[in-house]
């Protein structure tokens, strides 16, 4: 069964995770490198275990792995054989499991909440290309080959034992159309598809987003389909815009409402969005049962999320109310 669905079958809304990669920035590590935050895990994991924890602790119902930017003619680029820049994947995955685990283990952390899930990151191919693109979507790239370059990812992520996959920050249509296809490879693996957006209608390439809500509403195995890394502005539309595509849960992690300027590779001021938790509840009536952060965001704003959340799951035990 679908992980999220087996959660909100329980609960009302599935708190996320925030971001990763500036978040270690914060904390002290230089991420001005192609592998971006996969040079953490490569060097220096216990640091990326560091931030799972704090997000466990904050309220996360669910943990991204650091895999975003760790592809395997990335990591071959660095010097890794293949077998080890697959393990390193893999190692992504049971590095936040065992954290999870760690976690779990404490009575005290069990009270009024989920087991916390571990979903895998299958970032762009422009995240790969790092210039960028994972906001433009202009590869010059056939399917078949998008196919190529996710499948030996896909798999270490999977045989390593991830809850689910969280395709994320796909600004095109095509991209979506390739990491479907693959997910059927893998019989019995679930994943979300999250896409990059540059207004309240349209994904970073230009398609509506409610299209590809509607192509990817078929596919057995989507566990949920919304938006990340995008403008906190956008996200009621874009909520009610998938919402009218797909009967699919909708989840939505954006980022803090700066934007990341690919030329001088820095974030810059953009929008300024009310605090998180005063915009999940209106995400929230928007249609939205996934809500997290993405870039820029804290264990700060997750904490009060999940005290959000925990509010409202209170409030709808103490009336009888059915989650959803």
């Avoid at 077998?83 to 009270?111: C, H, I, K, Y």
């Avoid at 820095?266 to 939205?288: L, V």
Wanted: with cysteine; charged share 20%; proline share 7%.
């Amino acid at each position: 069964m679908n992980p999220l669905q087996t959660i909100l079958a329980q609960y009302s809304v599935v708190i996320l995770d925030g971001a990763l990669a500036t978040e270690l920035e914060t904390r002290g590590c230089d991420l001005n490198d192609p592998l971006w935050s996969a040079k953490v895990l490569l060097e220096t994991p216990e640091r990326i275990a560091a931030v799972h924890a704090d997000y466990f602790a904050a309220g996360a119902d669910v943990a991204i792995t650091a895999s975003y930017q760790a592809s395997l003619p990335g990591l071959i680029r660095r010097g890794l054989e293949p077998d080890e820049a697959l393990a390193l994947m893999g190692r992504s995955v049971t590095l936040a499991a065992e954290v999870r685990d760690a976690f779990w283990r404490q009575p005290a952390n069990r009270v009024d909440r989920p087991r916390p899930l571990v979903a895998a990151s299958v970032g762009p191919y422009g995240a790969y290309l790092a210039d960028g693109s994972e906001y433009r979507g202009d590869y010059d790239l056939s399917e078949d080959a998008l196919v190529a370059f996710h499948r030996p990812r896909m798999a270490a992520l999977v045989a390593a034992g991830a809850d689910l996959l969280a395709c994320e920050t796909l600004p095109c249509l095509a991209e979506a159309r390739a990491l479907s296809r693959l997910l059927s490879e893998f019989p019995g693996t679930w994943a979300w598809f999250s896409f990059s957006a540059r207004d309240g209608a349209h994904v970073c390439h230009g398609e509506a987003l409610a299209d590809c809500a509607r192509f990817l509403d078929a596919h057995p195995q989507v566990a949920a389909v919304g938006v990340n890394c995008t403008a906190p502005i956008f996200v009621p539309d874009l909520i009610r815009a998938a919402r009218g595509a797909t009967d699919k849960p909708i989840i939505v992690y954006p980022n803090s409402g700066e934007v990341y300027d690919a030329q001088i590779r820095a974030w810059r001021d953009g929008s300024q969005p009310a605090p998180f938790a005063e915009a999940a509840p209106h995400w929230y009536r928007a249609g939205a049962r996934i809500i997290g952060g993405c870039c820029r965001t804290t264990p700060a704003d997750i904490a009060a999320l999940a005290r959000w959340a925990g509010s409202l799951r209170r409030q709808e035990k103490k009336s009888g109310a059915m989650p959803g």
